[in-house]
Each structure stands twice: as C-alpha cells, then as structure tokens.
C-alpha cells in the first residue's frame, strides 16, 4: 500500500470532513476489491489450467481434464519406515481431501480390493516399482526417467476412455524423503496430485504445487482449486477451452458459497495441519 502526506492550509473542519468523507467511501468499496490476489477469478481460472490441464515432464503440451468419477479404494503399503505414523498421516490427508472435493473414499486392506495405492518404499525401489505399473518402455521415457531422478516423491495414475482417473499409485521413498525433510510434503501434495491436479507450477502461489512456497499444507488457493476439479460443470475429458468457458460459473458460484472468502478457515477443518497442532 502506498502512503502520501497531505498539506493543508484550510479550516480544520473542512479537513475532518474530508477525512470523514474518505473512510466513508474507503468502506463502501465492494470486499472482493480487498481480496487476495488469488481470489480474484483470473488468477483463479490460470492457477487450475496450469496444475490440472499441464503436465510438468511434458512441457508445452495441454492434456484434457481428469479427476475420479468412481470411489476412490485406498490400500497401505507400508514396506519401510513407521507404518502406524504413515497410516495416521495418508489417513486425515486423504479424508481431508474427501471432504473438500465430495468424492466417495475408503480404506481397504488388500491390493485386490484398491484402486489407488499408497507405497512407502526406499528410494532404490522407485524404478522398479514405477516400470511394473506403467510398463518398462514408459518407465524408460524421457520425462519418465527424469521424474524418478530429479522428484522426491512420484504420482502415477491411468486413465480409462473417458480420461476419468481409474486407478493411481504414490510412490514415496521413505530414506530419501526424510533425508530432504519431505515426508509429510510427500503426503500431502501427491495425495492434491492424485485427485487430478498433476501439474507442479511457480506461477501458482502459495500453493503446494510451487516450488517456492514454504508452506508443506495444503494453501486456501488449494482448497478452491479442489473445489473448482470437482464441480458438477466439469467432467473428465475436457479440453483447456472447454475448461476455461465453464470456470466462470463455478467461481462465482464458489464465491456465492462462500469457498473463496472462507477458504482460509476452511481448509483447516479436517486437514494434517489441525492435526498436528499447527
């Protein structure tokens, strides 16, 4: 905010009354003029298109909408570290992420009964276990090869004909998360990726999908994102302009609920970060 020093030479009455007359219309101006810059619906609609319609090893390319359509099955796969510890955080994360988007969500005790498995593995099993989901010759792509060497953590996901989300697996090396202090970092933006957003983005902020926020929560700006995947004016399959031409509605219809200007409050309910008390 910029500051100025007026000077007057008139009446001190006339100075109060313009004083008077300022605040008044200071208070008048509408709230959303007084809102976070990641309020206002442009930056709304170019932070989703940039997380949900981008991928970050296939730069340039815009790929269509996907999300679940089906209940999310999600099975455990503790094979390093403490599991109890890891099921408590995968469990108020994805719960969490339940709650704001709507989609049905349960945890099962076998790989038979899920369609989403969350491994917590070493880091020398992150090649294997990534080529026996996607195939070898995926797994030895480019873009493939440069996630698993430069990422701490790894979201993998199919989609069926409709681009819906059909099955996913979260790949997280215990030794190497904890070694870069990232586990609960892990947890909680591959879990966002998993509901559909799989874009990383700088120029989405604060979010958990940039790189320069510090914050290892899921932000407001998260919340609406979450928010806007999942509302009923989008469907899986989409592409960019048919996105970008349906998000106006959902914003203000998220604004008239009250997502935007609550979010704050909001995304705390439920989340990993009430539970840890911070």
């Known amino acids: 905010m910029s500051r100025c020093r007026l000077r007057s030479r008139r009446p001190r009455l006339k100075v109060l009354s313009l004083s008077i007359s300022l605040l008044a219309s200071l208070m008048s101006v509408p709230v959303s003029q007084a809102a976070e810059r990641w309020q206002r619906a442009d930056v709304l609609t170019d932070s989703f298109l940039e997380v949900a319609l981008k991928r970050e090893y296939q730069p340039g390319s815009s790929a269509s909408l996907t999300r679940w359509q089906v209940p999310i099955t999600v099975w455990l796969d503790s094979q390093l570290g403490d599991a109890r510890l890891q099921r408590q955080l995968s469990q108020v994360q994805f719960r969490h992420l339940s709650a704001i988007t709507g989609q049905p969500l349960s945890f099962v005790s076998s790989a038979r009964e899920a369609n989403l498995r969350i491994?917590?593995?070493?880091?020398?099993?992150?090649?294997?276990?990534?080529?026996?989901?996607?195939?070898?010759?995926?797994?030895?792509?480019?873009?493939?090869?440069?996630?698993?060497?430069?990422?701490?953590?790894?979201?993998?996901?199919?989609?069926?004909?409709?681009?819906?989300?059909?099955?996913?697996?979260?790949?997280?090396?215990?030794?190497?998360?904890?070694?870069?202090?990232?586990?609960?970092?892990?947890?909680?933006?591959?879990?966002?990726?998993?509901?559909?957003?799989?874009?990383?983005?700088?120029?989405?902020?604060?979010?958990?999908?940039?790189?320069v926020t510090v914050d290892h929560w899921l932000s407001p700006l998260d919340y609406v994102l979450l928010k806007m995947l999942y509302a009923p004016e989008l469907s899986p399959g989409m592409s960019a302009e048919q996105v970008r031409a349906a998000l106006p509605a959902v914003i203000q219809r998220l604004a008239e609920q009250g997502e935007l200007s609550h979010a704050v409050r909001r995304v705390r309910k439920g989340s990993l970060r009430e539970w840890a008390g911070e």
Do not use: W
């Open 119 to 211: 491994a917590f593995i070493a880091r020398d099993h992150m090649t294997h276990e990534a080529a026996a989901y996607v195939g070898k010759q995926q797994a030895s792509t480019p873009g493939m090869r440069k996630a698993l060497r430069e990422g701490v953590c790894l979201t993998l996901f199919k989609t069926g004909a409709d681009q819906a989300i059909a099955s996913g697996l979260i790949l997280i090396p215990v030794d190497y998360a904890r070694q870069k202090a990232r586990l609960v970092d892990c947890v909680v933006e591959e879990s966002a990726q998993l509901m559909g957003l799989p874009n990383d983005s700088d120029r989405v902020f604060p979010s958990i999908f940039s790189d």
